[in-house]
């Protein structure tokens, strides 16, 4: 499926001119040849447009939003509503990036319907390229669905936020042979389903460097080591744009959070000591207007 049609407000970079709307046999070719593939989460317009601008190939509107942005304390709480309005803002700033975004939770669930239901408003609503569906009890039945409906998936295994207290929290899994079995069933049951990428999450390396052996379609790591064939990270995590130090597998390229609280404090303070606005921030008038306006109000 190609990128959908991107209004003419959507800036772009001297990176960004001459590179064609990234799609889906793109993906495979860049694992063909070694490539490795960039992607990022981005819940809004400016986000996106920073990961246009970056040069990314991916971009996912992931139900992380649901924390980074919306405040919940999980991603389970949000909405398919608010996931579509993160999505299409999302899609607003993107040129190049293949666009995808999460089903939330509770709303494939139930049934092969109900998943290409919320799919189908996904690709229409949001302008959306593909979607992703966490591993779970149905997560192939509904990926082999979605596929069979035209809809393009990415799936997810390892740590899937959405059933993380199954899991027993937010911790890495495939620590085990056992759990590292389960963890490979899923990921070869949804490449079999029809998913064209699948999310490794929170796996030790060595495990996913033994899978990537059996993997034909691209391989997306975010705590998964370096065998895999591309790199996912969370926007507010990578740039610093939240508390705390985060998941071990994060790397913080940026402290923005502390610069923009900077740059309000100062603002903040220069309101309280009458220096802003300074006269060059004001407009200004002809005196005799200023005299007319003066007189005739009196």
Not at 155 to 165: D, E
């Amino acid at each position: 499926m190609s990128a959908a049609p991107v209004p003419s407000n959507v800036p772009t970079s001297a990176g960004s001119i001459d590179r064609l709307p990234v799609s889906l046999p793109q993906l495979a070719e860049k694992k063909r040849l070694g490539e490795p593939i960039v992607m990022v989460t981005a819940y809004d317009y400016p986000s996106a447009q920073v990961a246009e601008k970056a040069g990314v190939d991916v971009v996912l509107v992931g139900d992380s939003g649901a924390m980074t942005v919306l405040g919940y304390p999980s991603t389970v709480p949000v909405s398919v509503e608010e996931m579509l309005m993160l999505a299409s803002a999302a899609r607003r700033g993107l040129r190049t990036p293949l666009l995808v975004a999460d089903l939330p939770f509770g709303s494939f669930e139930t049934s092969n319907e109900q998943a290409i239901m919320t799919a189908s408003r996904f690709i229409k609503e949001a302008g959306v390229d593909a979607v992703k569906i966490e591993a779970n009890g149905v997560a192939v039945e509904r990926a082999r669905a979605l596929v069979g409906a035209g809809i393009p998936v990415m799936g997810h295994v390892g740590l899937t936020p959405q059933t993380a207290t199954a899991l027993g929290g937010y911790r890495a899994q495939g620590r085990t042979a056992e759990r590292a079995l389960d963890v490979a069933r899923d990921a070869l049951a949804l490449e079999e389903a029809g998913c064209f990428s699948i999310v490794f999450e929170a796996i030790p390396a060595p495990v996913a460097a033994i899978l990537m052996e059996q993997m034909e379609v691209p391989i997306i790591g975010i705590g998964a080591g370096s065998s895999t064939d591309g790199q996912v990270l969370v926007f507010h995590d990578l740039l610093g744009i939240r508390e705390g130090v985060g998941a071990r597998f994060v790397k913080r390229y940026a402290d923005i959070q502390d610069e923009m609280v900077a740059g309000v404090r100062a603002y903040a303070d220069d309101v309280r000591h009458q220096r802003y606005p300074a006269p060059d921030h004001t407009y200004s008038i002809d005196p005799g207007e200023l005299e007319r306006f003066r007189s005739q109000l009196g």
